[in-house]
């Protein structure tokens, strides 16, 4: 069975995200409605994270109380653009570790090239939540979770702000037991690789490179 994808329809994610698709937003207003979306998204995303009792003393007494184990998740975020959904991410789960994979869109064949990877120890304990904003072709998300399996954590999400149709279905056939996360599903790819109506090159605008 293929795992699902959540497409995240909340009001808040969806206003923001029209905000950022304009072509006129300025870098400082596009980075801060990115991180604004990640920690809504955050939410979703760890809906069903499994929390353990505590014991602790309130003002009147002593109860036990659920918590979450931060230090059990590690954000995966695929430079660069990946970048733009930590922080959002972290201050909702502040205890995560944080791993980077470092892949370039080689511009002719549109294929992942790895040219960094580093994860914190203990992967196989660890639940892995992959960032990444753009899905488009798809070949830079497989390609970070066939390496990402490789280091065999205990699950595996994908979160993205926007996927193309045939990014989602190339990525569920390599990886249907990885259930992804977007706020939007756009039309088709173009001609490049870019995501249409999409937001354009989300690196660049994050980091106002162009
Ligand atoms: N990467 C981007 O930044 N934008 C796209 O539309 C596709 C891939």
Redesign the pocket.
Known sequence: MTAPVHHITHPLIQHKLTLMRQKDRSTNSFRRLLGEISMLMAYEVTRDMPTQMIEIETPLETMQAPVIDGKKTVFVSIMR?GAGFLDGMLNVVPGARIGHIGLYRDPKTLVAVEYYFKMPADMHERDAIVLDP?L?TGNSAVAAVDRLKETRPKSIRFVCLLAAPEGLQHFQSAHPDVPVYTAAIDRQLDEH???VP?L????DRLFGTK
């Open positions: 653009a753009m488009a690789g870019y995501i999409g354009g090159d989300a690196g």
